[in-house]
T-cell receptor, first 109, second 113 residues
Framework: QKEVEQDPGPLSVPEGAIVSLNCTYSNSAFQYFMWYRQYSRKGPELLMYTYSSGNKEDGRFTAQVDKSSKYISLFIRDSQPSDSATYLCASNTGNQFYFGTGTSLTVIP | EAQVTQNPRYLITVTGKKLTVTCSQNMNHEYMSWYRQDPGLGLRQIYYSMNVEVTDKGDVPEGYKVSRKEKRNFPLILESPSPNQTSLYFC????????????FGNGTRLTVT
């Protein structure tokens, strides 16, 4: 079983839709959770990070962590064509980082 | 500009010919690591380094070497590349591993024939 599981999609939504991206993890020692966005031919860039259960909001993005069910979510409100990218969830324990396989999102104008 | 720089961006080589992919960061980060990204498998950690002269294996270290002689540089060495090492490679750095996100380079696409 992979440390972090993510639905690969692809996901296609109309502009303005609310997008929900989800991951599950298996390691109870994970404390620090991240969402990265990766555009084609680019390295992943950090979008959001949270340390504890609950919600964290940044503009149109909300990261949610539920440690009791080991579930991580990213919500994108009022999605834009520029949000079209691959989204990676990640966590770490000690010195090692673990990533989901990524969900490909396309926002159609 | 704060960044992680990898070179080269693209590399085509033949089986068995030693190669080095360079990685440099200008943020005075202590932690650096290498990943490979493959379709369906996502990002997998190859090696990481907590500081100068301190390196350790990640999940997929076989066939790779690293060194950390200076804080800013963390080269990835393939002594005898094989076709199964064809992949997209990323270097990343951070101040530490808690409350400190990874900053990634733009990747090196390696093809081994």
């Amino acid at each position: 079983q992979k440390e972090v599981e993510q639905d690969p999609g692809p996901l296609s939504v109309p502009e303005g839709a609310i997008v929900s991206l989800n991951c599950t993890y298996s390691n109870s020692a994970f404390q620090y959770f991240m969402w990265y966005r990766q555009y084609s031919r680019k390295g992943p860039e950090l979008l959001m990070y949270t340390y504890s259960s609950g919600n964290k909001e940044d503009g149109r993005f909300t990261a949610q962590v539920d440690k009791s069910s080991k579930y991580i979510s990213l919500f994108i409100r009022d999605s834009q064509p520029s949000d079209s990218a691959t989204y990676l969830c990640a966590s770490n324990t000690g010195n090692q980082f673990y990533f989901g396989t990524g969900t490909s999102l396309t926002v159609i104008p | 500009e704060a960044q992680v720089t990898q070179n080269p961006r693209y590399l085509i080589t033949v089986t068995g010919k030693k190669l080095t992919v360079t990685c440099s960061q200008n943020m005075n980060h202590e932690y650096m690591s290498w990943y490979r990204q493959d379709p369906g498998l996502g990002l997998r950690q190859i090696y990481y380094s907590m500081n100068v002269e301190v390196t350790d294996k990640g999940d997929v270290p076989e066939g790779y070497k690293v060194s950390r002689k200076e804080k800013r540089n963390f080269p990835l060495i393939l002594e005898s590349p094989s076709p199964n090492q064809t992949s997209l490679y990323f270097c990343a750095s951070s101040f530490g591993t808690t409350h400190s996100p990874l900053h990634f380079g733009n990747g090196t696409r390696l093809t081994v024939t």
